[in-house]
């Protein structure tokens, strides 16, 4: 996947803002707080980063082409890189995007979810 895919991928969900930040990399935010990262991967092939549940990130550490994320998973925050495309496939990367979107947003006050209409029953 290229960053210009990942980034088409992000502007569709919804109440998402853009910045390009920490070394250029292509950060995605929901209500202010980052789900998503493109960048930040010293070989300069695309890398992903995303915030996950317990479980996913349990999970992911230990599949080809993940690894906990630099700096974020060293200071306990659950966060994945994926930084070998050979071993992963585009469609489970925009899941994880997907559903770090999610976890971060249930992260977000009622009152900002709602402005938002984020989580709506």
């Avoid at 910045?19 to 990399?25: A, E, K, L, P, T």
């Avoid at 549940?53 to 993940?66: A, I, M, N, V």
Wanted: hydrophobic letters at 35%.
């Amino acid at each position: 996947m290229t960053y210009e895919e990942f980034n088409q991928f992000c502007e569709h969900l919804p109440a998402t803002s853009y910045v390009r930040q920490w070394g250029d990399s292509h950060v995605w935010k929901v209500g202010g707080k980052v789900f998503a990262i493109g960048g930040w991967q010293k070989s300069g092939d695309p890398a992903f980063t995303f915030k996950t549940t317990d479980s996913d990130f349990h999970f992911l550490s230990d599949q080809p082409g993940y690894r906990p994320a630099p700096y974020m998973a060293s200071r306990g925050m659950k966060w994945i890189q994926q930084y070998d495309a050979s071993h992963v496939q585009d469609e489970d990367v925009l899941f994880y995007v997907k559903e770090s979107h999610r976890v971060v947003s249930l992260g977000l006050t009622k009152k900002l979810q709602r402005e938002l209409g984020l989580n709506q029953i």
